[in-house]
């Protein structure tokens, strides 16, 4: 009796530990899923409610519509006299969705107005999916609550200057190999537990490879590597490994992808009109370019920032700087927005979303509408960065069309650099053409308003002379015009042009606006950075500047406590699969708090004393014994850290779309190392709308089809290669420094279905008949192409049984069917996809 008690108790504890080590995960999950929904509701539900519903669904309402308040949480959720405003159980029927989608005709938000545009109700319906998280409490309500007030701030752990730190005691003298080591050791001895031993070297060579050029290491290399290890040992091979590949063009290509999740490039604007940004890919290679270069970070952030600003020796240095400007172009833009103000406000508010979120992880665009609720960021701040970006002209190339109301200069870049055009020139004759057409839709239009004015004095219809329709077609055809001419000049020589920024011919400050309602104009702000972030010499911004060049200085400021550790996150994140903060993309107070608080800042201050070198902080982590562990699975490290929070073994990762895709060029032996001309939006589908792309013939059905890398596939928003859009791309329209990774159906469908998976397979099973001989040793090679490894004996057998059953030769058409699918089964396998 008392034995099988001690045997259910022991049964039982086991069990309660198992469900114990699952609630303390899912409570840290629910936690960053709680931050990343309050962080939604701040920047896009929050100001849209402010700017259409308080007036009449607020405290401050006089009576409040319908008995409805939408100015707190459980006034929204106690709904009016309709009941509750949103329905967890069913989103798209919850009130407040149908009301504002104008879905039925008797309840329509806001009333007597257009409906809001499509991409606020896909926002709305997103939020109340994600459970309508919402911070703000009913004492609240009606009134905005100040923001953490600056001397807090200033005491919070990222906002304190980091310092670099004495190495740590550790009993264990010979493990760590780095300073990172000892610190990643004390906190694993704190925790009584032990690191990994190393992987074995083909592993450890593999994860080395993804990580830093994101392709797989060819059976050369893992042969070359293992002979090196033979004569110099593992820390020499090791060494010479790494700065092979840090030498690698490849490398950029792969870390630069890393800054374009950041920099949310894409080729397109997004949203309602979608249209393609032709010039977009001078950027993507500018980065490429810039990371192999090991350009120091901090000059990378200010070319990126003030390029234009910058002096230039000569036109292709002028070019360069200037097309690295593109990162503050590339971002989404509501083409179809009616009221220019409002357009241009949201540009401005994208652009200081997407420069702090990417260089400090905080976004400072929370405060468009009221001060921060969470970090210490104010209203006064917002516009304070407002005025600079308001005194910057955002150039984007998109001329105006049907579906495409905002017209966006393209930025010509100097003849004399000699850049590569992919649009086509013209004769001067239609240049001349063009411009006649021009002249005489500006006369007509000067003529029809001469007409109407004076019917209009006549008491006749104005109508007759100048109507809506008349009008549109004017500003249609001409700004179609417009657009063909600033792509040539006067000779009809196709111009050099890119996407990026100039100061504008105005600097101004801009006015806070009331709740972020452009027709609600405040006092003037002074251009200036947040205040709760000083350092010892104040920058400040010169008469008649925008601004733009000293926000560079302030952000890659020696003093400047956030940007040092955010990049040194960011560089830890993509090498160990988790960064030392958890939320890479926020520093703030509602973001995860540091693994090893010492350690990152000691990589921080290290990373500026190095000159800011991004090839010099990878080489310094890779180096590390840390890096090197195997990922083998240990019960008792397990319950203790289930989410590897103190690193005591290599996480498990799975590779990313782009790495997947690329090995399966590898393996079949097809992949164009080199760098193609331009890209397919610049060679075919200019500036056109993506919304009407699939009336185009030009366009292949298959994007992921072309042999190159994957870093130069098409980035259209909201219509991504399927490859990429299956396997957790980044979403190009946010800042993006963690991608997710899920692992659903369809990406399996993908690999049984997909034309480019099929066509890899045919190309491997080519491959393998091409250069191995023997039909009995080609499983051999295919293991080696595919995993980097043998295959054992056991699955040694079973290929050659599959590929020649009972040892009987089968006729070629019947081989070469089975090799392609035994092929197919290997790039479709889990093995393949993982890093190791």
């Known amino acids: 009796m008392l034995q099988a008690f001690t045997c259910r108790s022991v049964a039982t504890a086991t069990l309660l530990s198992t469900v114990l080590v699952w609630l303390v995960s899912c409570l840290q999950c629910g936690a960053a899923e709680d931050a990343s929904g309050l962080e939604f509701f701040e920047s896009k539900i929050r ?33 009016g006299d309709r009941g509750p405003a949103i329905l967890l159980d069913k989103p798209e029927h919850s009130p407040l969705l149908v009301a504002i989608s ?22 709305f319906t997103k939020w109340i999916r994600m459970g309508a998280p919402d911070p703000r409490e009913a004492a609240a309500a009606g009134t905005l609550s100040g923001p953490v007030d600056l001397e807090t701030g200033r005491k919070f752990w990222s906002f304190r200057q980091p310092t670099s730190h004495d190495v740590p005691k550790t009993s264990d003298s010979l493990w760590a190999r780095r300073k990172l080591d000892h610190f990643i050791l004390a906190k694993l001895e704190a925790a009584q537990l032990k690191p990994s031993p190393d992987a074995e070297p083909a592993t450890m060579l593999r994860r080395l490879h993804f990580d830093l050029v994101g392709l797989p290491p060819s059976p050369e290399a893992n042969k070359n590597f293992l002979q090196r290890i033979q004569h110099a ?92 400007t593109g990162f503050l172009a590339i971002g989404p833009k509501n083409l179809d927005e009616a009221e220019p103000l409002q357009f241009v406000a949201d540009v401005i508010d994208e652009q200081i979303d997407t420069v702090t979120r990417a260089v400090i992880a905080n976004s400072v665009a929370c405060a468009r509408c009221h001060d921060h609720k969470f970090d210490p960021f104010s209203m006064q701040d917002y516009y304070a960065l407002a005025g600079i970006f308001a005194s910057t002209k955002t150039f984007f190339g998109t001329a105006i069309t049907p579906t495409n109301r905002m017209a966006g200069d393209p930025l010509p870049l100097p003849i004399g650099a000699k850049q590569p055009v992919l649009h086509a020139s013209c004769t001067p004759e239609h240049v001349a053409h063009l411009k006649k057409q021009l002249a005489a839709l500006t006369q007509e239009l000067e003529d029809r308003k001469a007409a109407a004015k004076k019917a209009l004095e006549n008491g006749e219809d104005t109508d007759k002379y100048y109507s809506i329709t008349d009008a549109l077609r004017i500003f ?20 050099p042009l890119t996407m990026g920024v100039l100061d504008a011919k105005t600097i101004t400050d801009a006015p806070l606006l009331e709740r972020g309602d452009v027709k609600k104009l405040g006092k003037p702000v002074r251009r200036a950075f947040p ?50 903060v958890a939320s890479v993309d926020n520093f703030g107070f509602s973001g995860e708090r540091p693994s090893h608080p010492e350690l990152l800042d000691d990589l921080a201050v290290k990373f ?93 059905s298959d994007l992921d089809g072309s042999k190159h890398r994957s870093v130069y596939l098409p980035v259209l928003r909201d219509r991504l290669p399927d490859v990429l859009d299956l396997f957790d791309f980044a979403e190009p329209s946010l800042v993006t420094g963690d991608r997710e990774t899920t692992n659903v159906p369809v990406q399996a469908l993908f690999l049984m279905n997909s034309p480019f998976v099929l066509a890899r397979a045919e190309g491997l099973a080519s491959r393998l008949q091409r250069e191995v001989r023997e039909p009995a040793d080609q499983p051999r090679q295919a293991f080696e192409l595919c995993f980097g490894r043998s295959p054992t004996e056991t699955e040694l057998r079973l290929a050659r049984e599959f590929l020649s059953p009972n040892s009987q030769p089968l006729d070629e058409a019947t081989a070469r069917q089975r090799r392609v699918a035994f092929c197919q089964a290997l790039l479709a396998a889990a093995e393949f996809r993982n890093v190791d």
């Open 608 to 700: 500026v004393s190095d000159g800011w070198s991004v090839k010099k902080l990878v080489r310094e982590l890779v180096l590390s014994r840390t890096y090197r562990q195997a990922s083998t699975y240990e019960a008792t490290a397990f319950r203790v850290d289930p989410d590897n929070r103190l690193l005591w073994r290599a996480s498990k990762r799975r590779l990313a779309a782009e790495a997947i895709r690329d090995a399966m060029l590898v393996a079949s032996g097809e992949l164009q190392i080199a760098r193609p001309l331009g890209s397919l939006v610049g060679k075919e589908i200019g500036d056109r709308p993506i919304s009407l792309l699939g009336l185009d013939a030009k366009l292949p």
């Open 476 to 495: 249609w055809t001409s700004g179609g015009i417009e657009g063909q001419l600033e792509k040539v000049d006067d000779q009809g020589n196709a111009l």
């Open 102 to 123: 104008h879905s039925d005709s008797d309840l329509k938000m806001p009333p007597k107005k257009d409906r809001l545009p499509q991409d606020v109700i896909n926002d």
């Open 531 to 580: 205040r709760v972030m000083e350092f010892s010499d104040s920058i400040s911004i010169g008469k008649g500047h925008s601004g733009r060049l000293e926000l560079a200085q302030w952000l890659t400021h020696p003093e400047n406590p956030l940007t040092a550790r955010v990049m040194t996150n960011r560089v830890w994140r993509q090498l160990f699969g988790a960064g030392l």
């Open 233 to 324: 040992g593992i820390e020499l091979a090791w060494a010479a490994e790494v700065d092979e590949l840090l030498a690698s063009p490849q490398f950029g290509e792969r870390w630069g992808r890393h800054w374009l999740d950041v920099a949310r490039f894409a080729e397109s604007s997004g949203k309602e009109a979608n249209m393609a940004y032709p010039y977009a890919w001078r950027y993507r290679d500018y980065v490429i370019d810039a990371v192999n270069a090991d350009l120091p970070y901090n000059q990378f952030l200010t070319e990126q920032i003030a390029g234009d600003l910058l002096p230039a020796s000569n036109d292709r240095e002028r070019a360069r700087l200037l097309i690295a």
């Open 47 to 79: 100001p849209v409610l402010a700017k259409h519903c308080y007036q009449c669904h607020s405290v401050g309402a006089k009576k409040a519509e319908g008995g409805l308040r939408l100015d707190s949480r459980d006034a929204l959720q106690k709904g």
